[in-house]
């Protein structure tokens, strides 16, 4: 419940006169204080309102709890996750120029830090996996969730002994890929594969690795969900853009699309909508935007077209 508590008078500079405790200074309404937040009732204005200490909860010696402050949070993204050490090299925490000798001995220190920063070479694979991932989800246009995800599942790789004679990179990309199909973010193989600095079939045997051995929830990729990026790329109408996602979920529904490639089924879906409203369309164009080949989408679009009369509304 609101309550009023006493505020101190000020003065206001504008009219020259104290403004009293209750009263609010830029309208004729009242002042209260609720949850540490003192604001006039008529027009909001907060005039006062309580600090927040970051410094962690107080602790007193005859207490069993954990007396360490709070800090920054951890992240799966940082081989350390994030707990390391990061000394400057010419200014000071306020900005101001350090002297000659204090840099020289600031480098002495980096390069001392640099050189005991890695505890062994595992170590150092899960930075160089961790960095890789960063890059990936950047190129990808991916979310730090995603990065979150994919590094704490590259960390679980690594200890499960499956990165032994086998890239770091490759693993890297498996891993995003991994967290797209269980996260049911619309990315394929091929995206995944044509950012990443090894090639298709690696990164494929890697997924295929992470699948087998540490059970990954993927549930199975709807073609709908291609939809929208290949109807934006081809500049496809939004009505023919609706009817295509129509065609898609009833293809789903009768069982027709699970076990093809899904974007090559959302490519053979959209070549029928705009085919159906009379919108011209590249096919070569359609599956190069799908990353499938151009048979894949002719034989998506015939089979949609012979079984959508059986197909439930």
């Known amino acids: 419940m609101a309550t009023t508590e006493p505020y101190e008078r000020g003065f206001d500079e504008q009219h020259g006169r104290t403004i009293p405790a209750d009263d609010c200074p830029e309208c004729d309404g009242h002042l209260r204080t609720d949850g540490g937040e003192t604001r006039c009732s008529e027009c909001g204005l907060v005039v006062d309102a309580c600090r927040v200490d970051r410094r962690g909860p107080r602790t007193f010696d005859e207490d069993d709890t954990d007396r360490r402050r ?9 081989h350390d996750r994030g707990l390391s050490t990061k000394i400057g090299h010419t200014t000071d925490g306020k900005g101001n120029q350090l002297p000659d000798r204090k840099q020289r001995q600031l480098g002495r220190l980096r390069r001392e830090h640099t050189r005991a920063k890695w505890r062994s070479k595992a170590e150092r ?9 960063a890059r990936l989800v950047g190129a990808l246009g991916l979310d730090h969730d995603d990065r979150e ?23 890297a990309a498996a891993a995003v890929y991994a967290v797209c199909r269980c996260t049911e973010v619309t990315r394929t193989l091929g995206e995944v594969a ?49 009817h295509a996602r129509a065609l898609a979920e009833r293809a789903w529904a009768a069982g027709e699309s699970i076990g093809p490639h899904p974007a090559g089924f959302a490519a053979g879906c959209l070549a029928v909508a705009c085919r159906d ?37």
């Open 70 to 78: 709070t800090g920054a949070p951890l992240t799966e993204a940082r």
């Open 149 to 171: 995800q994919a590094s704490s599942l590259f960390r679980s790789a690594q200890q499960a002994d499956l990165l032994r004679g086998r890239s770091i990179e490759a693993f």
């Open 194 to 242: 044509a950012v990443a600095q090894v090639d298709r079939e690696r990164v494929t045997n890697a997924y295929d690795v992470l699948n087998d051995e540490l059970g990954l929830p993927a549930p199975p990729q709807r073609p709908r969900a291609f939809i929208p990026a290949l109807a934006s790329a081809m500049d496809v109408p939004a009505r023919t853009e609706s």
């Open 277 to 313: 409203h009379g919108v011209d369309i590249v096919q070569q164009d359609l599956a190069s935007e799908a990353d499938v080949a151009p048979v894949t989408v002719r034989t998506h679009r015939d089979t949609v077209e012979a079984d959508r009369a059986d197909w439930p509304r």
């Open 125 to 133: 694979n899960l930075a160089h996996g961790c960095t890789e991932i």
